[in-house]
């Protein structure tokens, strides 16, 4: 084995997973467990929307199986692992004077105390898109700046109280693009009913993803505030994870350039423009007009500085061209492939992803270089094309996806050695889990899961991770 000693003694890496991706193990034991229903429980109940007709309540049965999961993530290398609690598991109904469900505060409980045992630091994060349903029947969820961010203050407040002298690292919102944009103006993702349709042809609102995305950052804020402010004490780091993949402008016309920033801007600079440099992208403000919330005063002093870290998820790189009709995009086109008309890498299991690793380098250097935060890399990872339709055997022997893995941990160490800041790894995912619209279909898992008997089998990339930090954390 040669070590290279490229990342820091104290680089912490680790798998990521969310709950609603990962604990249901039926539908009798979830309804046992005390969990209230989310708009994903909703969404999935409606025709057509998930691609295999898979159920958020039958998944990969974290709730019952977590001390064998910890224990083999522990047995793979990690030193850490992220999750998230489920909003309506804590607070069924989840508003801030609804009750508490006994049964799934002490669930995540238990389940920190065991990474702890293990030597996992816990990375937790309080919304990864499972929002309860009753929230959303109330007032429209995230449509609701003053009332959802009450009671998502409450819920955060629970969670600082209850898990904060074990859990050091907080994340609030896991993505919020995805929540306003594929959730909101797409259509593909929960709760997809808009109410303003400029579009007759399609579930396209012009102004509710803008809406619910700044709630999320207002309510985001508030949150962070509560726990610097109350819970100072407890000396942890709190902040929001991003999603944003690579845009690479498709040539050197003018066009194609200012497209690349615009989808940049619209992407990640839609989030990380008010958190970490205090206004929306000026490309964002020229594109809506005043479809775009402005901030208050008040609102962008809490806004302006309220993430510790950098939290970025990333996923693969695009070559981008002006004039497509996308606003949650910034208008650009997304193409897997230049003008030489060479595509970039072969098709994953999912259209909007591809093994794209030198856009990731450049990636962690422009966030650094434009945010100034340390970076704590949340997520990546790739869905193997056809692995579904694959025997077991074959399955586990994931070159693909060992090869993903291979070029993206090397571009993290190239942008290292650059001088970026970085302090965190986790791949996603842990195992094969429920891929929200595409259902069980697409498998993101270093761990194999056979749905039927909810086995597990580790994949060749999980080896392959645990190999590559061995040799690449300073000993
Ligand atoms: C992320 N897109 O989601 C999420 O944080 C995970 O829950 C998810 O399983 C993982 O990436 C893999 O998809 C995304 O359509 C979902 O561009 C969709 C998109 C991007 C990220």
Same mark, same amino acid.
Request: charged share 25%.
């Given at each position: 084995?040669?070590?290279?000693?490229?990342?820091?003694?104290?680089?912490?890496? #680790?798998?990521?997973?969310?709950?609603?991706?990962?604990?249901? %193990?039926?539908?009798?034991?979830?309804?046992?467990?005390?969990?209230?229903?989310?708009?994903?429980?909703?969404?999935?109940?409606?025709?057509?929307?998930?691609?295999?007709?898979?159920?958020?309540?039958? /998944? &990969?049965?974290?709730?019952?199986?977590? =001390?064998?999961?910890?224990?083999?993530?522990?047995?793979? %290398?990690?030193? +850490?692992?992220?999750? +998230?609690? !489920?909003?309506?598991? *804590?607070?069924?109904?989840?508003?801030?004077?609804?009750?508490?469900?006994?049964?799934?505060?002490?669930?995540?409980?238990?389940?920190?105390?065991?990474?702890?045992?293990?030597?996992?630091?816990?990375?937790?994060?309080?919304?990864?898109?499972?929002?309860?349903?009753?929230?959303?029947?109330?007032?429209?969820?995230?449509?609701? =700046?003053?009332? *959802?961010?009450?009671?998502?203050?409450?819920?955060?407040?629970? &969670?600082?109280?209850?898990?904060?002298?074990? *859990?050091?690292?907080?994340?609030?919102?896991?993505?919020?693009?995805?929540?306003? @944009?594929?959730?909101? $103006?797409?259509?593909?993702?929960?709760?997809?009913?808009?109410?303003?349709?400029?579009?007759?042809?399609?579930?396209?609102?012009?102004?509710?993803?803008?809406?619910?995305?700044?709630?999320?950052?207002? $309510?985001? @804020?508030?949150?962070?505030?509560?726990?610097?402010?109350?819970? @100072?004490?407890?000396?942890?780091?709190?902040?929001?994870?991003?999603?944003?993949?690579?845009?690479?402008?498709?040539?050197?016309?003018?066009?194609?350039?200012?497209?690349?920033?615009?989808?940049?801007?619209?992407?990640?600079?839609?989030?990380?423009?008010?958190?970490?440099?205090?206004?929306?992208? $000026?490309?964002?403000?020229?594109?809506?007009?005043?479809?775009?919330?402005?901030?208050?005063?008040?609102?962008?002093?809490?806004?302006?500085? +309220?993430?510790?870290?950098?939290? &970025?998820?990333?996923?693969?790189?695009?070559?981008?061209?002006?004039?497509?009709?996308?606003?949650?995009?910034?208008?650009?086109?997304?193409?897997?492939?230049?003008?030489?008309?060479?595509?970039?890498?072969?098709? +994953?299991?999912?259209?909007?992803?591809?093994?794209?690793?030198?856009?990731?380098?450049?990636?962690?250097?422009?966030?650094?270089?434009?945010? #100034?935060?340390?970076?704590?890399? /949340?997520?990546?990872?790739?869905?193997?094309?056809?692995?579904?339709?694959?025997?077991?055997?074959? $399955?586990?022997?994931?070159?693909?996806?060992?090869?993903?893995?291979?070029?993206?941990?090397?571009?993290?160490?190239?942008?290292?050695?650059?001088?970026?800041?970085?302090? !965190?790894?986790? @791949?996603?995912? &842990?195992?094969?889990?429920?891929?929200?619209?595409? %259902?069980?279909?697409?498998?993101?898992?270093?761990?194999? *899961?056979?749905?039927? /008997? =909810? =086995?597990?089998?580790?994949?060749?990339?999980?080896?392959?991770?645990?190999?590559?930090?061995?040799?690449?954390?300073?000993?």
């Amino acid at each position: 084995m040669t070590r290279t000693n490229a990342l820091r003694s104290d680089f912490i890496w #680790g798998f990521a997973t969310a709950a609603a991706q990962i604990e249901g %193990g039926g539908a009798e034991q979830e309804a046992a467990s005390g969990r209230g229903p989310s708009i994903w429980d909703y969404f999935c109940d409606q025709p057509g929307k998930i691609a295999d007709g898979a159920k958020v309540t039958d /998944t &990969c049965d974290f709730y019952t199986r977590w =001390k064998e999961d910890l224990a083999m993530m522990k047995s793979l %290398g990690a030193n +850490s692992y992220r999750f +998230s609690i !489920s909003w309506p598991r *804590v607070i069924p109904l989840g508003g801030k004077d609804d009750p508490v469900n006994k049964q799934g505060l002490q669930f995540y409980s238990d389940v920190i105390d065991e990474c702890l045992r293990l030597g996992m630091t816990p990375f937790v994060t309080l919304y990864h898109w499972d929002l309860p349903l009753e929230l959303y029947k109330r007032y429209g969820g995230w449509l609701d =700046k003053e009332r *959802v961010t009450a009671d998502f203050v409450r819920y955060a407040r629970l &969670c600082f109280e209850t898990y904060g002298d074990r *859990v050091q690292n907080w994340i609030t919102l896991n993505e919020p693009w995805v929540v306003a @944009a594929l959730g909101h $103006a797409a259509g593909a993702f929960a709760p997809c009913v808009p109410r303003v349709r400029a579009n007759p042809s399609g579930h396209v609102s012009n102004t509710e993803p803008w809406i619910v995305g700044h709630s999320l950052l207002i $309510a985001h @804020a508030h949150a962070v505030h509560a726990y610097r402010t109350e819970f @100072a004490h407890q000396r942890g780091t709190i902040g929001i994870t991003l999603n944003g993949d690579w845009a690479e402008p498709y040539d050197a016309s003018p066009d194609n350039v200012k497209a690349a920033q615009d989808k940049m801007d619209a992407a990640v600079g839609w989030f990380a423009d008010p958190v970490y440099l205090g206004h929306y992208p $000026a490309s964002l403000k020229a594109m809506l007009r005043d479809r775009l919330p402005d901030f208050t005063p008040a609102e962008i002093a809490l806004v302006h500085g +309220s993430s510790d870290f950098y939290g &970025c998820n990333f996923y693969t790189t695009n070559m981008v061209k002006a004039g497509a009709d996308d606003e949650t995009n910034g208008n650009a086109h997304l193409l897997f492939e230049g003008p030489d008309g060479v595509p970039l890498a072969p098709e +994953s299991d999912l259209g909007w992803l591809r093994d794209v690793p030198w856009g990731f380098r450049k990636h962690l250097n422009y966030l650094y270089k434009r945010y #100034g935060k340390p970076i704590y890399i /949340t997520e990546n990872g790739y869905a193997v094309k056809g692995e579904s339709e694959m025997s077991a055997a074959d $399955a586990v022997r994931d070159a693909d996806r060992v090869h993903y893995f291979e070029g993206y941990l090397g571009a993290v160490r190239d942008a290292v050695a650059d001088g970026v800041d970085v302090r !965190s790894y986790f @791949a996603w995912s &842990c195992y094969d889990n429920f891929e929200w619209a595409s %259902g069980l279909g697409p498998r993101f898992g270093c761990v194999r *899961v056979d749905y039927d /008997t =909810k =086995k597990r089998t580790v994949k060749d990339s999980a080896r392959f991770i645990g190999q590559w930090f061995e040799e690449n954390i300073t000993a």
